[in-house]
């Protein structure tokens, strides 16, 4: 036997008052004494049925032991039997949880890819506002100095040393400027603004021994 019209199954009655049946004997029980299984083959005679319930009280059915034969379980029995049905929910209730774990981490995966892409995209626009923006104001100004360090140097002047250690802590700010754009890029921005990507910056920029921004 396959299936049986819902309307003849013995847990019907169980999974509609949400309680356990144990019946020895379903021919002088009303509830069953005219099932069509009872009176015909294959002339079900014991019905044990324990509610499989979830914790939600959702009620998915029944663990159901039957018999051709009037039969009586022990009370160590009935609940082995009742213990069996609550170790099935909590199987069905861990496989639920397991796939629903796996689809949140698919999703979370995903948003995380997205991120990234959002990521990849915004380096693209920061880029041009910290390497082409505060990168070339720079640049400029190490131009400037360098333009003035080959005549101090001509005329052997005491600033030489000093305007060679301002462009090397340019070419240094500069570099952090592209690099900075590169590692964070609009990330930043988007999460914490425009100031508070360039505090980034600056924090990178702001070591011992090198360039102090206000």
């Not at 019946?23 to 015909?40: K, S």
Request: aromatic share 6%.
């Amino acid at each position: 036997v396959v299936e049986i019209p819902r309307g003849w199954a013995p847990c019907a009655h169980a999974v509609e008052t949400g309680e356990n049946i144990v019946c020895p004997d379903m021919r002088i029980d009303p509830r069953f004494a005219d099932n069509p299984l009872v009176l015909g083959p294959p002339y079900l005679v014991f019905y044990a049925g324990m509610v499989l319930e979830t914790p939600r009280g959702t009620i998915l059915g029944t663990l159901a032991v039957i018999d051709t034969e009037p039969r009586t379980l022990s009370l160590f029995q009935q609940s082995s039997l009742a213990l069996i049905a609550r170790q099935i929910v909590d199987q069905l209730e861990l496989r639920t949880a397991y796939r629903e774990l796996a689809a949140l981490r698919a999703q979370e995966q995903s948003f995380e890819a997205r991120l990234w892409r959002e990521k990849a995209d915004e380096s693209q626009r920061l880029a041009p506002e910290l390497h082409d923006g505060v990168g070339q104001e720079l640049a400029g100004i190490s131009l400037l100095i360098g333009a003035a360090l080959q005549p101090a140097r001509d005329s052997d002047s005491l600033l030489v040393p000093s305007l060679e250690e301002i462009n090397r802590l340019l070419a240094s700010t500069i570099e952090t400027c592209r690099s900075t754009a590169e590692e964070h890029g609009g990330f930043l921005v988007r999460k914490e603004g425009l100031v508070g990507a360039l505090a980034h910056v600056m924090d990178r920029l702001d070591q011992v021994g090198g360039a102090r921004f206000a």
